[in-house]
């Protein structure tokens, strides 16, 4: 089949999503499709450019391509899915969660105007109409779906995808417990900075660039970790699998996440993975000592788990192999025989 | 964003007002709601847009279309048929002329030489005789910003009178249920009928159908629950169709606890009526709510409610016929009755939840106060990204791009 794999593209951001469709693309050709990505930039503010950015999807052709018909296209996260197509499957990573359950938070974008407020509505209408035209509609977890089904009324079938391709191993249950994330408010880094500088033996490696390192960067010094808070920033496969081979555990505590690969990352490599109570779709697999450790919010909690992991290695080692069998179900071949069948 | 909200509430005893009350607490947590008092004629200072429930009964909205008229706003339209509303507040305001304006503006020159008829006493009052055949929506909905609506049938309705603004169906919210001990009023098949006990809500066929549903289940009873209106006698038609006393429990007003424990006993719940003004049912609600099986006429809103839940009776020569067969299947087959208060209750969970149905009321506010806004800056945005590159407003690629802005509710 022709596929075509749509994707946003942020200018100059790399992130999950990102590394979900390239491989995507790179699995599909893999069993002989011939698959493409296919890219726009999107800029979501100011004031309306969310919608006639977005818009920008809805002029596309993709029914054609050189001559040739395109079978079906993958959508994965707002606004790709308002492009137009017959057979339209949407692979949902996540809907414009400024207008939903972000909106009001510090993480919000629609002010209190009216015309505020309507732009808000205007999203959520868009959502509804092109999410609506899907002839398929998966998420990419239930935390996803959950979300999608109350704004818009409509169900999707659950549909993790596997995470990116690395020489995942277990080197040594190490010293340090390692974050991997685009470094933004909503990953709530900060919150491991918190407990790091509370128990004065716990090390932390930070891995992933975003617009929040100089804040947590000047965080880290405030509280004097200097030489136990490393920022890796982007990392090569090869080093990413050298530390999650070589890490105590993963840390991974955003807001109310979408899902993220990064757990399943954790378990590959025989890692447990520390979160928190309000994490969201980790919390889909990371249950609480069976493959990991789940804790309230707070600095002294993260610390006190932390703290723990490091004096019993035995039982870190037992849960990142639970872990493991959960993340070995989740394979390229289950997943695609569902998104194309 | 503040919101000024019209409506009757209680103490009054209507449906709007029992709605409004459960409304109002879950809409406040979305908007600033002011509610205005009864009487006001105008919403408080810094208001940003207007909410005005409207029905049939003058009684209770003539104060909220007043407001209306006043200032434009968000209208529930709870009733399509509002001609008895617009009577209220032309005839019964002596105001003959405000009448005959309305019935010529909706059905031309036959609407004002029937209204002068009526005015004359040359024939029955219109909204007494044929108010569905004249229903008078832009009465109202001239001076509507944006419509709610309850039902695919009142918006069709509103769409037909020519009303080209926003519309959105909201579903009626459900209440939550009680924790309450049902009331069995008897020890065999129960059903119950609750409202005012009238011909327009059928009561006449009820009975009829009851009648033989007796005869092969003699233990079953006939729950009326409700005022009896004034010209219908009830007692006459028991007589002339045999019913015994055993068979009818007999219930005037009761109150909300009562409703719902009555409720809450029976086994079969019937809700019939014609003609419908378009309005929906807070007993279907509350009966869904507690998983019972409905028996509805196929009309209006009550049409559309799934098969799944309901046994829809049509509205013709054989309806007493119809309904006592749908009551004698309900009587018989336990399963079934059990399977659609199943089916009811999981569409109260999920159509009519009260957080989700406050919601889209919140989006169909936020969209009439800062929709027109939106839709411009849009339109402005992507008319001159088209200019810069040559595209005439008048060429085929401008109208290509109109229709795929007009796909996804884009710039209108």
Redo the contacts between chains.
């Keep these: 089949m022709r596929i075509a794999v749509l994707r946003p593209q942020v200018p100059f951001a790399w992130g999950g999503t990102e590394i979900f469709t390239d491989r995507l693309v790179s699995e599909l050709r893999g069993r002989g499709h011939e698959a493409d990505l296919v890219t726009v930039p999107f800029k979501w503010y100011p004031?309306?450019?969310v919608?006639?950015q977005s818009?920008l999807w809805?002029?596309l052709d993709l029914e054609e391509a050189d001559g040739a018909r395109v079978d079906l296209v993958v959508a994965t996260k707002f606004p790709s899915y308002?492009a137009?197509h017959p057979n339209k499957r949407v692979w949902l990573v996540h809907q414009f969660r400024q207008a939903y359950e972000l909106d009001g938070t510090e993480l919000g974008q629609f002010g209190?105007?009216?015309?505020?407020?309507?732009?808000?509505?205007?999203v959520?209408?868009?959502d509804r109409?092109?999410l609506g035209e899907a002839t398929k509609l998966f998420a990419t977890s239930r935390n996803v779906a959950d979300r999608l089904e109350?704004s818009t009324g409509l169900e999707a079938e659950v549909l993790p995808h596997p995470p990116q391709g690395l020489d995942y191993r277990c080197d040594a249950y190490g010293e340090f417990v390692l974050s991997v994330n685009r470094l933004d408010r909503a990953k709530r880094i900060d919150l491991l900075l918190e407990a790091a500088a509370l128990d004065p033996s716990l090390e932390v490696v930070v891995a992933g660039e975003g617009p929040d390192r100089e804040r947590l960067e000047s965080l880290a010094r405030e509280r004097g970790l200097d030489g136990r808070a490393r920022f890796a920033g982007r990392v090569s496969p090869e080093e990413l699998a050298a530390l999650y081979g070589q890490c105590l555990a993963v840390y991974y505590a955003p807001v109310d996440e979408d899902f993220g690969m990064v757990p399943f990352e954790a378990f590959l490599a025989e890692k447990p993975v520390l979160t928190t109570s309000d994490a969201g779709g980790p919390l889909e697999i990371v249950s609480d000592r069976r493959t990991g450790l789940v804790v309230a919010p707070e600095a002294s909690e993260l610390a006190r788990a932390a703290g723990w992991l490091r004096a019993h290695r035995d039982e870190a080692a037992s849960l990142g192999r639970a872990g493991k069998a959960i993340a070995a179900e989740v394979t390229w071949d289950r997943a695609l025989e569902r998104l194309l069948g | 964003m503040k919101v000024a909200y019209f409506s009757p509430l209680p103490p009054e005893r209507t449906g709007v007002a029992d709605y409004s009350a459960l409304l109002v607490p879950a809409l406040e947590t979305k908007v600033d709601l002011t509610v205005v008092r009864r009487g006001s004629r105008r919403a408080p200072r810094g208001t940003d847009v207007a909410l005005y429930h409207v029905g049939n009964n003058p009684d209770a909205h003539a104060w909220i279309v007043d407001a209306l008229r006043r200032r434009p706003g968000v209208v529930v339209l709870h009733d399509f048929v509002l001609h008895h509303l617009v009577a209220g507040m032309t005839v019964g305001r002596r105001d003959g002329h405000g009448y005959l304006d309305a019935m010529e503006h909706e059905h031309g020159v036959v609407g004002r030489l029937l209204a002068h008829g009526v005015l004359d006493k040359r024939i029955a009052p219109l909204w007494e005789s044929r108010p569905a055949d004249f229903p008078l929506p832009w009465f109202v909905l001239e001076h509507a910003t944006g419509v709610i609506v309850h039902s695919t049938t009142v918006r069709d309705g509103a769409r037909a009178a020519g009303y080209e603004g926003p519309v959105s169906l909201v579903p009626h919210p459900a209440w939550p249920v009680p924790r309450v001990a049902p009331e069995r009023v008897a020890e065999g098949l129960v059903v119950g009928c609750f409202g005012v006990v009238n011909a327009s809500k059928r009561i006449p066929e009820l009975l009829e159908a009851f009648a033989p549903l007796r005869q092969e289940h003699p233990d079953a009873t006939l729950l009326l629950v409700g005022p009896t209106a004034p010209a219908f006698d009830l007692e006459r038609r028991l007589q002339r169709l045999g019913l015994p006393e055993s068979g009818l429990v007999r219930e005037e007003w009761v109150d909300e606890v009562r409703l719902w424990r009555l409720l809450a006993g029976v086994d079969v719940c019937v809700n019939l009526r014609h003609p419908t003004m378009g309005e929906t049912s807070g007993s279907v609600i509350r009966a869904l709510s507690l998983g019972k099986p409905l028996v509805v006429s196929d009309v209006g809103w009550f049409s559309e409610l799934p098969d799944a839940v309901a046994l829809k009776v049509p509205v013709d020569e054989e309806e007493s016929d119809v309904l006592a067969a749908a009551l004698e299947l309900l009587a018989s087959r336990e399963d079934v009755r059990e399977a659609m208060g199943r089916s009811g209750a999981e569409l109260a969970r999920r159509e009519h939840d009260l957080e989700r149905v406050a919601e889209r009321y919140a989006a169909a506010l936020e969209e009439a106060a800062g929709g027109d806004a939106v839709n411009e800056a849009v339109l402005r945005d992507v008319s001159k990204a088209a200019a810069d590159v040559g595209i005439s407003p008048a060429g085929a690629e401008a109208g290509e791009i109109a229709r795929r802005l007009a796909e996804v509710e884009l710039g209108r």
């Design positions: 004031g309306t450019q919608l006639t818009f809805r002029l308002l137009r209190d105007s009216a015309e505020e407020r309507a732009l808000r509505r205007k959520q209408a868009l109409i092109a109350r």
